[in-house]
T-cell receptor, first 115, second 116 residues
């Protein structure tokens, strides 16, 4: 089954304790991206990757890191989480333009709470 | 930069009735995609319908249809014969068709309530 898998789905942590949210897709997609969703703000892009070893900042990258060492995986790293990073996080993937129907495939979301 | 505006934070509809959710967008590009995503209480993002800008015909998926007005930069979603399961947050989104610009730009969402 074609899917984007995120883990963990729920996490409560404390300020400053490093954490990683994993994302994996099995559709051989070049493009992967992380979004955060906050009430009243919709979804905003944090980081994206056009392919292996190619990453770039989105609209709200502060406090986050990413890596793309393998095509299927795109982990999101919070080196020193703060309460303002409490949010719902989505990983998404797609083919790149020219080979794509435009649709972005989403993971099921990860609810993160930073105390 | 492209922007997407959903002017209705909340909408409600009676079961079996029809409701239209509004979306406008701003872009200088001619090649792009527009989407409506549904987010039920499970929080999953579910693609409802997709429209390619070069297509003049409005997209339709069962009870869901869009009114795409390219010149007016408007992309509204019509839900016919509303069902209780349609209750959700709905997001309008824009994606450039230009290579290297893969970002999906979202509106802030419209919360739809379906009354029995």
């Amino acid at each position: 089954e074609a899917q984007v898998t995120q883990n963990p789905r729920y996490l409560i942590t404390v300020t400053g304790k490093k954490l990683t949210v994993t994302c994996s897709q099995n559709m051989n997609h070049e493009y992967m991206s992380w979004y955060r969703q906050d009430p009243g703000l919709g979804l905003r892009q944090i980081y994206y990757s056009m392919n292996v070893e190619v990453t770039d900042k989105g609209d709200v990258p502060e406090g986050y890191k990413v890596s793309r060492k393998e095509k299927r995986n795109f982990p999101l790293i919070l080196e020193s989480p703060s309460p303002n990073q409490t949010s719902l996080y989505f990983c998404a993937s797609s083919l790149t333009s020219g080979r794509s129907t435009g649709e972005l495939f989403f993971g099921e979301g990860s609810r993160l709470t930073v105390l | 930069a492209q922007t997407v505006t959903q002017s209705q934070p909340e909408m409600s509809v009676q079961e079996a009735e029809t409701v239209t959710l509004s979306c406008t967008y701003d872009t200088s590009e001619s090649d792009y995609y527009l989407f409506w995503y549904k987010q039920p209480p499970s929080r999953q993002m579910i693609l409802v319908i997709r429209q390619e800008a070069y297509k003049q015909q409005n997209a339709t998926e069962n009870r869901f249809s869009v009114n795409f007005q390219k010149a007016a930069k408007s992309f509204s979603l019509k839900i016919s014969d509303s069902q209780l399961g349609d209750a959700a947050m709905y997001f309008c989104a824009y994606r450039s068709g230009r290579g290297g610009s893969e970002k999906l730009v979202f509106g802030k969402g419209t919360k739809l309530t379906v009354n029995p």
